[in-house]
């Protein structure tokens, strides 16, 4: 099993549509099992700067991840065709064992 994350920022677009949105359909048009969006109560990218959209008065958007887990052929596949459709954010990927009961 093959883990990926995708970092973004909550502004990111692709095209007129927020990141997050048009990557979570990709993922579902791509037979992807499921996936998670989780959004951040701080971070700090490439530029250093903290955002911390929880803070009182705070223009910060959050910071984002998504998160999928599949075997890792469906992964790697999925994660190929969406880098030449979105070049944005940050992807890792992590091997993963699955403890079923």
């Given amino acids: 099993m093959l883990q990926a994350q995708i970092y973004i920022d909550r502004e990111d677009l692709h095209g007129t549509q927020p990141a997050f949105e048009f990557i979570m359909s990709f993922l579902i048009r791509h037979g992807i099992k499921g ?19 929880e803070e009182l008065f705070s223009f910060d958007e ?14 790697k596949n ?7 459709e979105f ?5 890792i990927t992590h091997r ?6």
Avoid at 35 to 53: E, I, S, V, W, Y
């Fill in 35 to 53: 996936a998670t969006l989780f959004k951040a109560m701080m971070g700090f990218g490439r530029n250093h700067r903290l955002q911390r959209p």
């Fill in 62 to 75: 959050p910071p984002l991840m998504i998160t999928f887990i599949d075997n890792e052929e469906t992964v």
């Fill in 78 to 84: 999925a994660l190929r065709l969406l880098r030449k």
């Fill in 87 to 91: 070049t944005g954010g940050l992807i």
């Fill in 96 to 101: 993963v064992d699955l403890f079923e009961a």
